[in-house]
């Protein structure tokens, strides 16, 4: 029997009323719409410690599927900072909403614990990633875009690369600005739209940097900012390295594949093939966190089949469009 008229009236107006208070709770809005990442409780670059040499001495703490974490991770990598920073990596426990550690750090079973015996406020959020001092029982700084500034400055092994080269500053810091917004923040304000208007916006300003991204590197990659990979490459790779796998599908990035892209798709397969990154990335987290716990996105929890991360890396545009 068809489901008369009002009632499918009715029961789609109180579903869109539950979802918006599930967005408020998962991400907050504008008076327009539009996403508003929250500000961390321990935003500002700090000073680099006096004890950045010492051996175990800070920690850094990542979630595999957090693209904020991953490029803190990515620096921490490429800097080769294991001697003197410790990794830690939370688990995410989708039914309480927050990260867990596997085994008690510093007497917090969650990583909201941790901020709260740092002097965290109560209403600021327990993300990732974060730098937390040892000795001083402290977090240093959460904020991913000044925490990698932190971590490029840190003591570390001769010869490994300096992703701030002095030279390229006005050009990496335009780079780096654009892609917070337009393509870091941007995919989230697609997902967390509330309406028409705010989904558009935000999509036609991540592909406008995405061929933006992609004129640039057709005329002087192959990185974005010259002959070597820095910061502004950085924090381009996680959200495009999880574009087809999470994006696409659920934030409704998908207006053009990344193989109709060929110089960001040849500059993300170079990227994931530098030494120690491939290990700093897993698709099968990335997909059941997005999947399993953004609820008001995906009420089923279904994990849907999706594309091999090897072949995203591997094959090329043209074999794409076969």
Same mark, same amino acid.
């Given at each position: 029997?068809?489901?008369?008229?009002?009632?499918?009236?009715?029961?789609?107006?109180?579903?869109?009323?539950?979802?918006?208070?599930?967005?408020?709770?998962?991400?907050?809005?504008?008076?327009?719409?539009?996403?508003?990442?929250?500000?961390?409780?321990?935003?500002?670059?700090?000073?680099?410690?006096?004890?950045?040499?010492?051996?175990?001495?800070?920690?850094?703490?990542?979630?595999?599927?957090?693209?904020?974490?991953?490029?803190?991770?990515?620096?921490?990598?490429?800097?080769?900072?294991?001697?003197?920073?410790?990794?830690?990596?939370?688990?995410?426990?989708?039914?309480?909403?927050?990260?867990?550690?596997? /085994?008690?750090?510093?007497?917090?079973?969650?990583?909201?614990?941790?901020?709260?015996?740092?002097?965290?406020?109560?209403?600021?959020?327990?993300?990732?990633? +974060?730098?937390?001092?040892?000795?001083?029982?402290?977090?240093?700084?959460?904020?991913?875009?000044?925490?990698?500034?932190?971590?490029?400055?840190?003591?570390?092994?001769?010869?490994?690369?300096?992703?701030?080269?002095?030279?390229?500053?006005?050009?990496?810091?335009?780079?780096?600005?654009?892609?917070?917004?337009?393509?870091?923040?941007? +995919?989230?304000?697609?997902?967390?739209?509330?309406?028409?208007?705010?989904?558009?916006? /935000?999509?036609?300003?991540?592909?406008?940097?995405?061929?933006?991204?992609?004129?640039?590197?057709?005329?002087?990659?192959?990185?974005?900012?010259?002959? /070597?990979?820095?910061?502004?490459?950085?924090?381009?790779?996680?959200?495009?390295?999880?574009?087809?796998? +999470?994006?696409?599908?659920?934030?409704?990035?998908?207006?053009?594949?990344?193989?109709?892209?060929?110089?960001?798709?040849?500059?993300?397969?170079?990227?994931?093939?530098?030494?120690?990154?491939?290990?700093?990335?897993?698709?099968?987290?990335?997909?059941?966190?997005?999947?399993?716990?953004?609820?008001?996105?995906?009420?089923?929890?279904?994990?849907?089949?999706?594309?091999?991360?090897?072949?995203? +890396?591997?094959?090329?545009?043209?074999?794409?469009?076969?």
């Amino acid at each position: 029997m068809a489901v008369p008229p009002p009632v499918v009236a009715c029961v789609r107006a109180a579903w869109r009323w539950q979802w918006q208070q599930l967005m408020g709770g998962l991400g907050p809005a504008d008076a327009e719409g539009n996403y508003c990442r929250p500000a961390g409780a321990f935003a500002v670059l700090p000073p680099l410690p006096a004890t950045a040499g010492t051996s175990a001495g800070h920690v850094l703490i990542v979630g595999r599927s957090c693209p904020w974490a991953h490029r803190a991770w990515l620096v921490w990598t490429l800097r080769q900072l294991q001697s003197t920073i410790d990794l830690v990596v939370v688990e995410p426990d989708p039914g309480a909403g927050r990260w867990q550690f596997s /085994a008690p750090f510093e007497g917090a079973q969650a990583l909201a614990d941790l901020y709260s015996s740092c002097g965290a406020p109560a209403t600021a959020p327990a993300s990732v990633p +974060v730098l937390y001092d040892r000795a001083e029982r402290r977090i240093v700084v959460n904020e991913s875009a000044r925490l990698i500034e932190l971590l490029n400055r840190w003591p570390a092994p001769e010869g490994v690369p300096d992703l701030e080269p002095a030279d390229q500053n006005e050009r990496r810091d335009a780079w780096r600005q654009r892609l917070q917004g337009d393509v870091n923040d941007g +995919v989230y304000r697609c997902g967390f739209a509330r309406n028409q208007a705010a989904y558009n916006r /935000a999509e036609s300003a991540l592909f406008e940097a995405l061929e933006a991204a992609e004129a640039e590197l057709q005329a002087a990659g192959p990185w974005l900012c010259g002959t /070597a990979p820095s910061l502004a490459d950085v924090v381009l790779f996680p959200t495009l390295i999880r574009l087809e796998l +999470v994006y696409a599908p659920l934030f409704g990035c998908s207006r053009r594949p990344l193989w109709q892209f060929p110089a960001l798709w040849g500059w993300r397969s170079r990227f994931h093939a530098i030494e120690g990154v491939a290990k700093t990335c897993f698709p099968m987290a990335w997909r059941q966190d997005y999947f399993g716990a953004l609820f008001p996105l995906h009420p089923s929890g279904i994990i849907p089949a999706g594309p091999d991360l090897t072949t995203l +890396v591997k094959a090329s545009p043209l074999e794409m469009m076969r």
